[in-house]
């Protein structure tokens, strides 16, 4: 019978290497702890209407990628529902400030994630269909601070910090701003006053968007459209006095602190709720797939779901990415399995319980301990134990009544008798 594989796109994460995303998860939520983040945990699933209304019904996400299904009702009180798995976790986020009306405490809400998202792309290095999350997201009412410029800088600082502590180098922070919403209807009128004429030559996606939303031309990624994408109107020449104002000083606090960046006036990023600031951090040692995070300000976001007005910024990093850079930049740490302190091996299956009662008291003082298994043959034990730890510890009849110890060093050969009330200490040492 041919075995069952993980769905495409999909992937098993195995030790040793979930040591390193331990590691990346661990530090980043250091960082968060650090920038006074509180972990928010949203359901994978969410009604299909949160994304079509925030992500954008013409974006490739929302109009290709999603995961969606007709939930059936299961009794007469409950209503069929189209839901979807996450593409992605702001929109959920900013569904649970308002549903919680976390914006009545007046305050910032400063809000990390950690989890799954789920896409229906063409999997390839660095692009899976299930793939991980980093996310933060920093919302509030106007009169808690949410549009100042600070919040935007302090966030970019926070990543270029996170990814130092990370120990990420190298990357390069790409800066933009797409506007308010005062100032997108302007363009959205240019760019279909330019459209009209190369959209012919446009990719039939592009055709499309052209009449639905012609702000997402600028995501096509066909090489061929590039050259006339080119020629379109940027984003800069239609900000407002407002929206330049904010951008510079967004500009100004990075170059305070000495976060660098470059701006790239073709940085729209693939979803609808974006205004003003938008970011992307990339890494060259990716390749194709080189974004190692993305974000921006999303001002209008609560209100286009049915919320008060509570403008926001958040990014989401690429944690499948962060690993993919580590590993590619160093020896992973997490590359070597980790050999444990001392491997126990009960001498007969009579020894059995006592060598478990051994092993709870070694791993109670700290230890990392193998249990091995009393039907094994000694050489077998050895075997193992060499595999897997850096000692082996025997334990038969006469070291379970003497209360003395074998214990063999795989690396130097040694052999010493150790007694049991000091055997702790004796493994502690390297
Ligand atoms: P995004 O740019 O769609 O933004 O995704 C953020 C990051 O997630 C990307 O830069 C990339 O590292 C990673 N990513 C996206 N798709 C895949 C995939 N198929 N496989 C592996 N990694 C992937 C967002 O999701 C926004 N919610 C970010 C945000 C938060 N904006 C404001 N707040």
């Known amino acids: 019978m041919k075995a069952i594989q993980a769905a495409r796109g999909t992937r098993d994460l195995l030790p040793p290497e979930t040591e390193l995303w331990n590691h990346i998860e661990a530090t980043a939520r250091r960082v968060f702890a650090r920038y006074c983040f509180g972990e928010i945990r949203t359901p994978i699933f969410e009604d299909t209407q949160l994304f079509a209304r925030s992500v954008g019904e013409e974006t490739d996400i929302v109009s290709k990628e999603m995961y969606t299904w007709e939930d059936r009702a299961r009794a007469q009180s409950e209503k069929a529902q189209s839901l979807t798995l996450r593409p992605e976790n702001t929109a959920g986020v900013v569904r649970a400030y308002i549903e919680h009306k976390l914006g009545e405490s007046g305050l910032l809400q400063k809000l990390y994630y950690i989890g799954p998202q789920f896409r229906r792309e063409r999997p390839q290095k660095g692009r899976y269909r299930q793939f991980y999350q980093i996310g933060a997201e920093v919302i509030g009412p106007t009169s808690a601070g949410s549009e100042s410029p600070l919040r935007d ?13 990370l120990g990420i180098v190298d ?8 506007g308010s919403a005062s100032d997108r209807p302007r363009y959205v009128l240019a760019l279909q006053e330019a459209l009209k004429e190369i959209a012919p030559k446009l990719c039939a996606d592009c055709q499309r968007r052209a009449q639905t939303n012609p702000l997402r031309v600028l995501d096509c990624k066909i090489p061929e459209d590039q050259p006339f994408i080119e020629t379109l109107p940027k984003i800069a020449e239609f900000l407002d006095a407002n929206s330049r104002v904010h951008f510079a000083q967004v500009c100004a606090a990075l170059d305070a602190c000495g976060v660098p960046f470059i701006l790239n006036p073709r940085l729209v990023r693939g979803l609808d709720y974006y205004t003003r600031t938008t970011f992307e951090f990339v890494h060259a040692g990716l390749g194709a797939q080189n974004a190692l995070l993305g974000g921006g300000r999303y001002d209008g976001l609560s209100e286009a779901i049915g919320g008060p007005k509570a403008p926001g910024i958040g990014f989401a990093m690429g944690a499948d990415r962060l690993v993919l850079t580590l590993q590619a930049q160093q020896e992973a740490p997490s590359a070597m399995p980790r050999l444990a302190d001392a491997y126990i091996a009960p001498l007969g299956e009579a020894q059995q319980e006592q060598a478990l009662v051994l092993a709870r008291e070694l791993r109670q003082a700290g230890l990392r301990v193998e249990l091995g298994d009393g039907n ?4 077998k034990s050895f075997e193992v134990g060499n595999r897997l730890a850096r000692r082996i510890v025997l334990f038969g009849e006469e070291e379970a009544q003497s209360g003395i110890m074998t214990v063999k060093d795989f690396a130097s050969g040694a052999q010493t008798k150790v007694p049991r009330a000091e055997l702790a200490q004796a493994l502690q040492r390297k």
């Open 171 to 178: 990357w390069k922070l790409y800066l933009n701003s797409v």
């Open 153 to 165: 800088a302090e966030v970019l600082e926070m990543l270029a910090t996170l990814l130092g502590e």
């Open 376 to 379: 094994f043959r000694i050489k």
